[in-house]
Each structure stands twice: as C-alpha cells, then as structure tokens.
C-alpha cells in the first residue's frame, strides 16, 4: 500500500495527515460494502423485512420481504469473507471461503431444524445442487458461448470435481436404495432408527471426503487450481490489496451473520402459513425458491466470469459450489440434527435422489469433454425446467 495519503485523507495546517473521524470512517466502509455488489440494493427490503416479523404482519408479507432481503446479506458476508481472507494467506483464505461461502444455506438450515422442518432443509440442500448444476452452469454455457464456437477449461479439474460429485450422489442415493431394500413387514420405527444411524456415519465419511478435496485443492495439487484460486470471484476488490481492516472485515462478518439468522428466523416461521395458502409445497419451496437467497451472488458472479472466457472460474463456481453443499453442508446439518436431537437423514425419496443421479450424469457428460458450447447451456437449464415442473405437481408426502 502507498505510504502518500490520498483524496479521502485530509491535510492539517502543517502537512501532517489527520485520522478521520470514526463517523466517517464508518461511512467509507458502508460504502465500500455497499458497492461490492449490485445486489446490495436489494438492502431496502431488510427494514421491512424486520418490521414484517417483529409487528407480525402476514405470513406472505414476512416470507418474501425477508427472502429479498436474505439476498444482499449473502452478498455482503462474500464481501466481507474476501476482505478477511486477503488478511490471512492463501491456505487460510481458501478455508475461510468454503467455511463461509455457505453460510446463508447454513444459517437457513440450521434455524429450520431447530423448527423441526427437515423437509425444507432436504429439498433446500439437493435444490442448491440441482440449481448449482444446472441451472447456473448452463448459464454460464450460454453467456459465454453464444458469440464462441467452443470455450475451454482444465479437463483434470472438472475430472476430479465430477468424481467427488458421484462420490456425493451415492452418499444420498445409497439410503433411498437401502429404505427401498428392507421388506415393508419389518418395523418402520426401527428402519428409521437404522436409516439415521447409517445417515450419520455416512455423513462423518463425505466430511472426510471433502477435508482431502481441500487438502487436494489447497495442499498437494494446489497447481491445478491456481486458475481459480488466484482469480477475482467478483465480490472482491479488483486490486490486490484488501480495503477492509481485519478487524472491520471480521465485524462485519459477525454483525451481517446475526441478522442473516434474525431474518431466517422470520422467512423460516412463515413457511408453514405459504403452503397452506398458496397452494405451494415445502418440497417446492426448499428446492426451487430458497436455492435462490444463498446462491445469488454466486449466480451472478459465475455468469459475469463465464462472458469473460474465464471458464475455469465459472465451473469452479457452479460445480465447486454443488460439492460444497453435497459433501460438507448437507452432511454438517446431518450431524447438527444430531447434537440437537432432530432426525435429520441423508435419506431422500426415490424421486428426489433419480432427479439428482440424473442431474449428475448429463452435467459430467457434458463437462468431462474440456469443452463447452450455448446448446449444451439450453440443454442444462431444459433439464433444470423440467425438474422445477415436476417439483410444482408433485405433492408433499409424509
């Protein structure tokens, strides 16, 4: 950083720099975050989001004032997460982005087990992987290939991130085919019973699995990543110096995750009034529109990347983050309902786990080439429709 004070730092009367007041050091850092993306200014909903639950306006109202306004808090948590990391090195920084880069499904998630909704938390997880692989990565194929004959990006990377997804798809595929296999005279309390312990070893087992893609990613073949390691994720500061103190990144961090957690607490408590009067299922509702709060940013930024030729940064979005929720979050909320005492299971149903095996086998047959094209987009977000179509009709089923 420059030694010379700039613009924003006034002269005293004998050439010394003067330190601003902490008034308006608060306002230069509002403003830096503000501007980070363009979906903070969805921030006008927060108040309204607020006021809808604390004076106990309408279900509607409360649910969708809070979902807009979920949507620039997980903006500004990447912010604050790339600020931060900029702080720590480049081993740390890695961790700090996939601790935090889920933190609004985490959030989400965590608020609706201890409501009990472990069907919204289920349908929420495998629509943030459905959403991830094919609604977004097909958007990227487009975006970037509709003035392109082919792009390309590293073929090792989207080899070994495509092995790790079917890793991840048995581990949910597997309980449904063992549900499936036990006869219907046996106990269901004790199936139950055996379908959660098994859930939860498997799920200590994908942790596992994902701590070595880390150790992979950052440690040992770190090389083959540096192409998205070292690129701008667009919520970043496009120079390579941070602009945010440690310590104000490190506050804004805490501050934007506890009224994340006030405003999931709001959308979470209304979910059960919307399907009563919209017509609307909680499977529905968890896989296609809550997908949308957390992966916004991410959506925007794979896109924006993708127009830019920088093919290697958007597959590592949209399929980095799929991995992200399939071996770490959807096991960690396993283990969460663990220590809270609420069931939750690894175990989908039979249509929910053949929509994700399907998802996972045309997204690897399309990305194993090292090549992409804007058909191979439409043929992804054709997929996705059909499946959110599905997902409409189909009803919730206890």
């Avoid at 959030?107 to 938390?121: D, G, P």
């Avoid at 399907?275 to 299922?281: C, I, K, R």
Wanted: proline fraction near 4%.
């Amino acid at each position: 950083m420059s030694s010379f004070p700039d613009s924003r730092t006034p002269l005293t009367g004998d050439g010394r720099t003067s330190r601003p007041s902490p008034l308006a050091h608060f306002v230069d850092i509002a403003k830096l975050a503000f501007y980070s993306s363009p979906a903070n200014y969805l921030l006008v909903f927060l108040p309204f989001g607020l006021a809808a639950g604390v004076l106990e306006w309408s279900s509607g109202l409360i649910f969708w004032l809070n979902f807009l306004a979920i949507i620039p808090l997980a903006a500004l948590l990447a912010f604050a997460t790339e600020e931060l990391s900029a702080h720590v090195g480049e081993t740390l920084g890695g961790l700090l982005n996939v601790t935090f880069g889920n933190a609004v499904e985490v959030i989400v998630s965590i608020v609706a087990l201890k409501e009990n909704q472990i069907r919204i938390v289920q349908a929420s997880m495998l629509g943030s992987i459905l959403s991830n692989l094919l609604l977004v990565l097909g958007c990227c194929f487009i975006a970037g290939g509709y003035n392109r004959l082919q792009q390309q990006f590293n073929q090792t990377v989207a080899q070994t991130m495509s092995s790790l997804m079917c890793l991840a798809t048995a581990g949910l595929v597997i309980p449904a085919a063992f549900h499936a296999s036990i006869p219907k005279s046996n106990d269901p309390s004790s199936l139950d019973r055996e379908i959660l312990s098994f859930s939860r070893g498997a799920s200590v087992v994908l942790l596992f699995i994902y701590i070595l893609y880390l150790y992979f990613q950052l440690g040992t073949h770190k090389r083959l990543f540096e192409g998205i390691n070292e690129e701008c994720d667009g919520n970043a500061p496009k120079e390579g110096d941070p602009e945010l103190s440690p310590l104000a990144a490190l506050l804004m961090l805490l501050g934007v995750t506890i009224i994340v957690a006030v405003c999931a607490d709001y959308l979470v408590g209304s979910i059960d009034d919307i399907v009563a009067t919209s017509g609307l299922s909680k499977t529905f509702i968890g896989l296609i529109v809550l997908p949308i709060v957390g992966n916004a940013a991410e959506h925007v930024t794979a896109i924006v990347v993708a127009m830019k030729n920088k093919m290697d940064l958007a597959i590592g979005v949209a399929v980095g983050s799929s991995l992200q929720i399939a071996l770490f979050v959807t096991p960690f909320m396993v283990l969460v309902g663990w220590a809270i005492g609420v069931p939750m299971s690894l175990h989908f149903s039979t249509f929910e786990t053949a929509v994700l095996f399907i998802s996972m086998l045309i997204t690897n047959y399309l990305i194993l080439d090292g090549e992409s094209n804007w058909l191979e987009g439409a043929m992804l977000i054709g997929t996705y429709t059909i499946i959110a179509l599905a997902f409409f009709y189909l009803p919730d089923m206890d």
